[in-house]
């Protein structure tokens, strides 16, 4: 049964999800110090960039917030759709219309955004800015949303590191939600089941890393977010019941995994079984402290439904924020060859680009965003 009441929302997790977009842009502001496609300024100095001391760990780790968000909307499409897709209450057309209305309409205008302006860039300084690999077989597989789909590997070249680069994600997102939907519409009925499918992706994981890892660890990720949703609602019919129970169980679990009692001990797990699944699978991280953070998100709007309501803006922005920051990246860029000289370490400039970020991704998604996933779903979807 879901336990997802109609129209309920989680904001918590929304604003969750706002909030890694952000950590990947502050991770991404070294961009401004490359110097050629892929190469850093020899002038860089890591520890210089603005307000270091506060969010080091952002610049250094920020871009594992894509791994956070493949698990938040396993989460989410579990607990949205799971059901709907299992009892035939929505087609696939309709399932994927819903979820093209809401991705490609921001894809493409970035992608274009970045051929125009990375044509530009070039024009002026013969190379192209961070991302060097803008060739026509990387633009139609960007543009198809298939660059990690491993079409690179099987014709032997690089289709990925080019245009408007993170939207890498939203390739393995297509992915998943296309086997998610085929696999709903029979099985994975349950946690057991859901178990059992991530068994099957670690071993597919195994076998083709690191040729897909970038898909494999999002596909994986995407069903550990499914698997967390019904640990969720096990967690849920107890907290109906014996709440002060399960709350001091999740405190302690949550002292113990954040505390930073067991990094070592994981640490030590990852470096053993490295030669099984390679270096890139954080297993503590991934396995553990991600799954453990949604839960205490939806605990807590278990019991405060509309915590985080005034603040769901952060989420309806989040996929803005991520596929936006990149061409203002080479705007920014530009203008500072050209036009005025941008001081990239001070902190005024950084506050002037998250504010240029926000207020242009506020724009973009009230004024072209919104509009066309709407205006599409009016359009293609009958019977929703």
């Not at 405060?304 to 596929?323: C, R």
Request: charged share 10%.
């Amino acid at each position: 049964m879901n336990i997802v009441k109609k129209n309920e929302r989680f904001y918590l997790l929304d604003i969750f999800r706002g909030v890694a977009a952000i950590c990947v842009v502050l991770q991404h502001y070294q961009h401004f110090f490359f110097i050629n496609p892929g190469q850093l300024s020899s002038d860089f100095i890591y520890y210089e960039q603005p307000f270091f001391d506060l969010i080091f760990p952002f610049y250094r780790f920020g871009t594992v917030a894509v791994q956070f968000f493949f698990i938040l909307s396993g989460f989410i499409f579990f607990a949205v759709y799971k059901e709907k897709i299992f009892n035939k209450h929505v087609s696939f057309k309709n399932f994927f219309i819903l979820r093209i209305s809401r991705l490609y309409p921001l894809h493409l205008l970035t992608l274009f955004l970045v051929l125009i302006l990375q044509k530009i860039f070039y024009t002026l300084y013969s190379k192209f800015f961070v991302y060097g690999d803008n060739s026509i077989y990387t633009f139609v597989s960007h543009f198809f949303l298939i660059q990690e789909w491993g079409f690179d590997k099987l014709f032997n070249i690089n289709i990925t590191s080019g245009f408007n680069y993170p939207s890498w994600s939203i390739s393995v997102e297509i992915f998943a939600y296309i086997s998610f939907f085929y696999i709903s519409l029979n099985f994975i009925k349950n946690m057991l089941q859901s178990v059992l499918i991530l068994i099957i992706i670690s071993l597919i994981y195994i076998l083709t890393q690191p040729q897909l890892t970038n898909l494999t660890i999002g596909i994986f990720l995407f069903y550990l977010g499914g698997t967390t949703y019904y640990l969720f609602t096990k967690i849920k019919h107890y907290l109906n019941n014996n709440s002060t129970i399960v709350i001091l169980m999740i405190l302690v679990l949550d002292i113990i995994i954040f505390g930073r009692f067991l990094n070592e001990t994981f640490l030590n797990i990852q470096n053993s079984l490295s030669f099984i699944i390679g270096e890139r699978f954080m297993v503590l991280l991934y396995l553990i402290k991600f799954p453990l953070l949604i839960i205490n998100l939806v605990v807590v709007q278990f019991y405060f439904e509309n915590l985080g309501k005034s603040l769901q803006i952060i989420g309806d922005l989040s996929y803005t924020i991520y596929l936006i920051h990149f061409p203002l990246q080479i705007l920014l860029t530009i203008l500072n060859n050209e036009l005025f000289t941008f001081n990239f370490y001070s902190e005024y400039f950084f506050l002037f680009y998250i504010f240029i970020i926000f207020i242009t991704s506020y724009l973009v998604h009230k004024f072209y965003e919104y509009p066309i996933k709407e205006l599409i779903r009016y359009n293609f979807i009958r019977n929703k």
